[in-house]
């Protein structure tokens, strides 16, 4: 798991808009986001504020928010109201662009790997598959969940060596929840990305 923020960002922000093949959704933002980081690591890295606006700029539109932080509060989201849903969104999202936006910056392009898509586009959820490669020449396997909407198709789950973020989350949430309370865990994550972004 210590490799999930640096590849969970490499698919994080490697999703287009508007592209029909869910391979090309993959490509063609994998360019956009090392033009976006090229010449900037210092700068970003030194700027906490400005790597986030980064990555949400780039993240926002690519990523199904809504369906996500649902698959994630699982049974919980059904006893939510309406107002705990939309800060549970924020805030999940929040969280989810400070953990992982560090590992950004270790972008490279050329050690992303996209096989040949085999799935079923004309589904409403398919999967690319991939492999990122590291310094040691092993392979980490990616997989990259994708819903179809009217936009086009957007980023809601990534596995990767075999571990949903989404099931991975959902654990960890359902466990703090049935600890604490849900008003507990939202007021947590936003007091968390408060204090982040202030400092």
Do not use: C
């Not at 029909?20 to 959704?25: A, G, I, K, Q």
Request: proline letters at 4%; glycine letters at 6%.
């Amino acid at each position: 798991m210590k490799r999930l923020p640096l590849v969970f960002l490499l698919v994080f922000t490697a999703l287009p808009v508007m592209a029909e093949s869910p391979n090309l959704v993959v490509e063609e933002a994998a360019a956009l986001l090392a033009s976006q980081l090229s010449g900037r690591e210092d700068e970003l890295a030194a700027d906490k504020p400005a790597l986030y606006s980064t990555i949400d700029d780039i993240l926002l539109p690519r990523f199904d928010r809504v369906y996500s932080a649902q698959l994630v509060l699982g049974k919980h989201w059904r006893k939510a109201n309406n107002e705990q849903r939309q800060r549970f969104i924020d805030a999940f999202y929040g969280s989810l662009l400070r953990r992982y936006a560090e590992g950004v910056l270790e972008y490279d392009q050329d050690k992303v790997q996209i096989l040949p898509f085999r799935g079923d586009a004309s589904k409403s959820r398919t999967m690319v598959r991939s492999f990122v490669l590291l310094d040691d020449g092993s392979k980490v396997p990616v997989n990259y969940g994708l819903v179809k909407r009217e936009n086009g198709w957007l980023l809601f789950d990534v596995t990767i060596e075999g571990v949903s973020y989404i099931r991975n989350y959902r654990a960890e949430i359902d466990s703090e929840v049935r600890a604490t309370s849900l008003e507990a865990v939202i007021e947590r994550l936003e007091n968390e990305n408060s204090t982040d972004t202030d400092g």
